[in-house]
């Protein structure tokens, strides 16, 4: 399936760095880093070009043309929105820009559906020039502010999480805003066991690289950033591929590649992790997590080089490196406050090969209720097929269906009584493996629906008539469970071939392809336009529901261990609405059980479970702390909070430990490398979906 590339390539390559070591660049990086401070001066007017406008109206008349939306309008009312957004994306905390110079931005409002329908990029460029003014401006001003001295024992307060503040009303409101952020970002510093002067220091480096970020910002910088809040305001996975992000884009299917397996962006000043392949360096180290902000990065043993404003170019070229060599990172973990410490992570850089994200299976040995039983396990990262090989004709080309079946087997000669299937964190991927996989354990009828944009209705049928597995099977959701995982779970559950087991999936009902831009470009050899990624289908259940916005809901639930919130694809922007379709004419399996009476089983163990408890311990503790929007900027109030955090930290990790029976910490630092095995086979929700299991053949028997 063409479809199929597109969405691949969006849920696995651009999560991966590139082949060569940075070490060539790393001195010039870091004296640039340290040169002399770029004022407003220094900045030219950036302008669209030619190929950019040519870019705007191509991509505008494609998504008219293609996307499954078909009630786009290129209006007013759209072009009040894109304002918006393109506002908010470049300054999110609403610590640059002045109420005044949303005032002198009023008048372009209605300006941005021009910029697609005619290329008219100008105010796009204006407003950004105006903002790059006023983050230099800041910079210097929060310099200067280093150059005098700071009372760490008055009772102050800073609103560091600003997503709905409002834009200061004038400079001496700016000024104040940042004379409390600066003494928050010393304030870090200090707890992090630096003096004063090297506190000081250090932020000069960091406000200078953020200027140098900014100076070093081109016209193929502003133009991606405005075509993707255009193209998401229509729906959050519709997005456009500046040339640059389209060449790594399109590394087709050949997965060996050198790094650590993870996609960065920038926010604010800092690079974040958004999002880690499965079964690559960094998701296998479990050391590094989606949302961690890294803020310093070195080679092996070498000098931790602090990153915080630098350009996200830069600290790519740090992080990459060849096969077999350490990177280590400085990572300041996911919802911490401002001052929480930081922690240091080693990654060894690897080829990332489609072997590492091959499903894989395990056999899980339990005592229940005085009786050993054998239960198979199968982990599958992503839904894949090695399209390179299949193309080629290679009869042995790795697919999920192919793997799985052969896992299967292999579990059926070990003497497992029930299979469970692990989609915990499964992003999604084939949509035609995922029908395939379905086939194994049903005998034969339909397992999707796809809608396209026309609103003709497609059945993906599995019609083989031989099933690999028929005995007991569970599969195990969480909320990052998506796309491709949620049409074989729910395939199951309508057919009632199992039980599905977590807590509600993503949400993600809708397929993605890729259109290149240059097909309509009159003139090639003068550059690349890009590409642009959007919407053109939407997946139904067999039973006729969508799995868009509401996702699949287990049939015995777990205690979610994130905040659905915030996410899942109710929690973007614009997402398309959940539909209901006929539905496929199939026939369920007889499953005479009582889920209420196995809910109400697993409920009692899961509270009775000194394992389970922990989790859901973590799971507070990290929601109290990053709940949290305003911090104290006394000194040693802020110190005694630290340490409180550090000391429930400190006390969940031992009470894990000693359940694990190893030894207890004295403080969290003196965690070793040789426990990590240990640590990481805890898994309170794989040991309660086994119990779910056999409460489930018990039901099954009776």
């Known amino acids: 399936m063409n479809r199929f590339n597109s969405i691949v390539l969006f849920l696995f390559l651009t999560f991966t760095f590139g082949v060569h070591a940075a070490s060539d660049k790393l001195a010039s990086l870091v004296k640039s880093v340290e040169s002399k401070v770029i004022t407003e001066t220094d900045l030219k007017p950036l302008q669209p070009t030619r190929h950019q406008r040519l870019a705007a109206r191509i991509a505008k008349d494609l998504l008219a043309f293609y996307h499954y939306r078909r009630d786009l309008r290129f209006d007013d009312n759209f072009s009040k929105q894109v304002y918006r957004r393109y506002l908010d994306s470049l300054d999110p905390a609403k610590v640059y820009l002045r109420q005044s110079d949303l005032d002198d931005f009023a008048k372009y409002q209605t300006a941005f559906d021009n910029a697609l329908t005619k290329g008219e990029l100008t105010p796009v460029f204006t407003i950004f020039d105006a903002f790059r003014e006023r983050w230099v401006e800041r910079y210097n001003y929060a310099i200067k502010l280093l150059d005098g001295k700071f009372d760490f024992t008055r009772d102050e307060e800073f609103l560091f999480d600003r997503e709905n503040a409002t834009w200061p009303a004038d400079r001496s409101e700016q000024n104040e805003l940042w004379r409390l952020r600066v003494k928050n970002d010393l304030i870090g510093l200090l707890l992090a066991d630096k003096t004063e002067t090297q506190a000081k220091d250090l932020l000069r480096k960091r406000y200078k690289a953020a200027l140098r970020r900014m100076a070093q910002t081109d016209e193929a910088d502003v133009f991606r950033q405005f075509m993707n ?82 350009r996200l170019d830069d600290v790519v070229d740090l992080i990459r490196g060849k096969a077999g060599t350490k990177v280590r990172l400085e990572i300041l973990p996911k919802g911490a406050g401002p001052d929480a410490p930081t922690r240091q992570v080693v990654i060894v850089r690897e080829k990332i090969k489609l072997e590492d994200q091959a499903a894989r299976k395990k056999v899980l040995e339990l005592t229940i209720d005085g009786q050993k039983h054998r239960f198979g396990v199968i982990t599958l990262p992503i839904f894949y097929i090695d399209f390179e090989a299949y193309y080629r004709g290679n009869p042995n080309y790795k697919s999920t269906t192919r793997d ?56 993906l049928r599995d019609d083989d008539r031989s099933v690999e597995w028929d005995g007991p099977l569970v599969v195990m959701v969480n909320r990052f469970s998506a796309s491709a995982s949620e049409i074989f779970a729910a395939a199951i559950q309508d057919y009632r071939r199992g039980l599905v087991i977590g807590s509600t999936t993503f949400g993600k009902g809708t397929v993605q392809q890729i259109q290149d831009l240059d ?99 973590e799971y507070r503790l990290g929601r109290q702390y990053g709940e949290e929007k305003i911090v104290s900027l006394n000194l040693e109030k802020r110190r005694a909070q630290r340490n409180q955090i550090q000391q429930q930290e400190l006390a969940l990790l031992n009470k894990k430990r000693q359940l694990l029976g190893l030894p207890p910490l004295k403080n969290i630092e003196d965690h070793s490398n040789s426990d990590d095995k240990k640590l990481e086979d805890f898994d309170p929700e794989l040991k309660e979906a086994a119990h779910i299991l056999s409460d489930f053949m018990n039901a099954l028997a009776h």
């Open 229 to 310: 809040v255009a193209t998401s305001t229509i729906e959050p996975h519709t997005a456009y591929f500046s040339p640059r992000v389209a060449e790594n884009f399109n590394i087709e299917m050949s997965l060996s590649l050198e790094g650590i397996g993870a996609v960065l962006q920038t926010e604010d000043v800092y690079t974040k992790v958004v999002r880690l392949v499965p079964g690559g360096p960094a998701d296998r180290s479990e050391q590094l997590r989606p949302g961690d902000m890294i803020v310093g990065v070195a080679q092996d043993d070498e000098e931790m080089i602090d990153v915080i404003g630098w």
């Open 404 to 459: 799985v079946r052969k896992l299967l087997r292999e579990l059926k000669k070990e003497k497992v009584e029930g299979i469970i299937i692990d989609l915990r964190g499964n992003g999604g991927g084939s949509l035609a493996e995922a029908t395939q996989l379905t086939g194994l354990f049903i005998d034969q009828g339909p397992v999707v629906q796809e809608e396209d944009a026309s609103r003709k209705v497609r059945v």
């Open 519 to 617: 097909r309509w470009n009159p003139d090639p050899k003068a550059g690349s336009l890009g590409q642009l990624k959007y919407t053109v289908a939407r997946f139904y259940r067999v039973n006729g529901d969508s799995t868009q916005l509401r996702g699949v809901t287990p049939d015995i639930r777990l205690p979610a261990l994130v905040d659905v919130k915030e996410f899942g694809e109710a929690a973007l922007e614009n997402p398309l609405p959940w539909a209901k379709i006929n539905a496929a004419a199939f026939k369920p399996f007889e499953l005479n059980v009582d889920l209420k009476q196995l809910q109400a089983m697993s409920d009692q163990r899961v509270a009775a479970s000194k394992d389970y408890q922990i989790l859901l311990e």
